[in-house]
């Protein structure tokens, strides 16, 4: 367990004193990636900064994300290259700024006859991936015969299989990456504090003064105030934008994404492959994981509840389908499936007439009615370049100079059990365990909960509860649907 600094009551105690006693300049709403970046950005400039997350810190989207830190090659193919060009920017200086998490990652991209895009469009795409990273990426692309490509992933689908190509991105661990942005926040003088949900704002004279919440750990009421309001709670924008009466038009359109585990060795794939499912013809990941294969994802328009959201049987036999195409050895069944979750992508309310997966990935940002600034939109490539110009908005609207971003170069640092408060804090966000294991953890509940007793001073009965409480995450989290 780590430092008793940043975990346990004393520390949570603390911080609500410190909520209730201080003057803030920003209060952050959503402890995701876009919130925890915003917080990081605004407490390096100076800005006494508060940051409130209903749940555990990147308990929403930002753990359900591929945890690919891309350019975004598929975008290519629908002309958002500006997208493309500060995403594979982003990549560059999240590589530099959190080496020990965030890594390189080859993909295999194999071309066959008939396929949707054909070989030389794919080329040509990865020629432009290469340049708008201004071929500063790790590594460039490289065109490979069919007996190549094989030589690398000898699982493939061998029939019409005409060549392909190697290219360059990187992964990392998004809930840890959220974390250390939390942890820097906090370590330049932010308030952070999980499981602290915003329950309405405090609106004077037509202006958001500041908010109204509930310690979901202790059911304590609690009260801030702040100069300044960021609204960053991703799929639910709507909510937090109706406490300030704006409730008017929606800001964020909702898609499912869909990812499953299956075990590496039915697979068979030995890095990374990008391929076009044969079902819909939408590109698609083959990815490594810690000990399985990821196979991602869906993109479904969705009006499910962010807090409900998971995977139903027709997502993941889409999953298997498109998978066992391309390994056909693999022969995959939902039997296979260690584990199955969904995450809604918060994209911005435009053009909803477009198919999701060409819905634009770029980030808005607004201001409502009584001040509160919004930002939809977005993904966790660029959740830095997002904050910088949240916090610009910020010191703006604060009447501020505007003071430089530092976070394109100060280091990112290691992450460990920080902030946890509950069970599944631990084997969800803090560890993989829950996405690696076919009983999603159940096993280690007992032991975590007593671990966490001692740092919260728990009864027999509320490690009970803790462990009960568990089960009915896994449940919410993991339970594939009809
Ligand atoms: C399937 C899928 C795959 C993806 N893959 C990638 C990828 O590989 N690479 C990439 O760059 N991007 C990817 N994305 C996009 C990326 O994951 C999201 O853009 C990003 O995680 C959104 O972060 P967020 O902080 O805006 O939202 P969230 O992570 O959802 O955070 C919002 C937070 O606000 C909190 N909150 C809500 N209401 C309140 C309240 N009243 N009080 C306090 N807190 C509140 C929530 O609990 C939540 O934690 C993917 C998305 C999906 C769905």
């Known amino acids: 367990m780590t430092s008793a600094a940043t975990t346990g009551a004393l520390w949570r105690t603390q911080s609500f004193e410190r909520l209730r006693t201080e003057p803030f300049d920003l209060l952050v709403i959503g402890g995701g990636i876009t919130g925890a970046g915003i917080a990081r950005d605004a407490a390096l400039r100076g800005l006494r900064t508060a940051l409130l997350e209903r749940d555990d810190f990147a308990s929403g989207t930002s753990s359900r994300s591929s945890r690919l ?13 500006h997208l493309v060009f500060e995403a594979s920017r982003e990549r560059r200086t999240l590589l530099c700024i959190a080496p020990h998490l965030v890594r390189p990652v080859r993909f295999t991209w194999p071309f066959y006859r008939g396929a949707r895009l054909a070989p030389w469009k794919v080329v040509a795409g990865l020629w432009l991936y290469d340049l708008l990273a201004l071929f500063r990426n790790v590594g460039q692309h490289k065109t490979l015969s069919a007996t190549r490509v094989l030589q690398t992933e000898p699982a493939l689908q061998r029939t019409n299989l005409a060549g392909g190509a190697t290219y360059w991105d990187a992964a990392t661990d998004d809930a840890r990456l959220t974390v250390a942005n939390v942890l820097d926040a906090s370590t330049h003088g932010a308030v952070v504090l999980n499981h602290a949900d915003v329950t309405d704002l405090v609106i004077e004279n037509g202006r958001a003064v500041g908010a109204r919440g509930v310690d979901r750990m202790s059911g304590t009421p609690f009260d801030v105030r702040a100069r300044g309001i960021v609204n960053a709670t991703g799929p639910w924008t709507d909510t937090v934008r109706a406490m300030e009466g704006n409730a008017t038009k929606t800001g964020v359109r909702g898609t499912k ?26 590109v698609m990941f083959v990815l490594p994981g810690a000990t399985h294969t990821i196979i991602g994802t869906t993109d479904t328009p969705t009006h499910d509840s962010p807090e409900q959201v998971r995977a139903n049987q027709a997502d993941v036999n889409y999953l298997l389908d498109s998978a066992n195409a391309y390994f056909p050895a693999a ?25 999701t997966a060409q819905a634009s990935r770029e980030h808005a940002i607004a201001t409502g009615p009584a001040g509160v600034i919004q930002i ?24 501020e100079p505007r003071s430089a971003c530092r976070t394109a170069d100060l280091p990112l640092p290691p992450v460990g059990e920080e902030f946890a408060c509950t069970v599944a804090d631990i084997l969800v966000r803090r560890t993989s365990t829950a ?22 001073n728990w009864d027999a009965a509320r490690c009970g509860q803790a462990v009960v409480d568990y089960a009915t995450e896994v449940d919410r989290l993991f339970t594939i649907d009809p």
């Open 331 to 355: 022969r995959l069944t939902p039997g296979d499936v260690v584990a199955a979750w969904a995450g809604i992508r918060p994209l911005i309310a435009t053009d909803t007439s477009a198919p």
């Open 257 to 282: 994404g869909v990812h499953i585990a299956v075990p590496a060795e039915r697979v068979g794939n030995q890095e990374a492959i990008t391929v076009i499912s044969s079902v819909d013809q939408r």
């Open 435 to 456: 996405f690696d294991t076919r009983d999603h953890g159940r096993n280690e509940a007992p032991s975590v909960a007593r671990r966490l007793g001692d740092l919260f």
């Open 376 to 399: 939809t939109g977005g993904k966790l490539t660029t959740y830095r370049a997002m904050a910088a110009q949240v916090t610009d908005a910020v010191q703006r609207a604060l009447g």
């Open 69 to 81: 830190v891309h350019g975004g090659v598929r975008y290519l193919e629908h002309g958002y290259l």
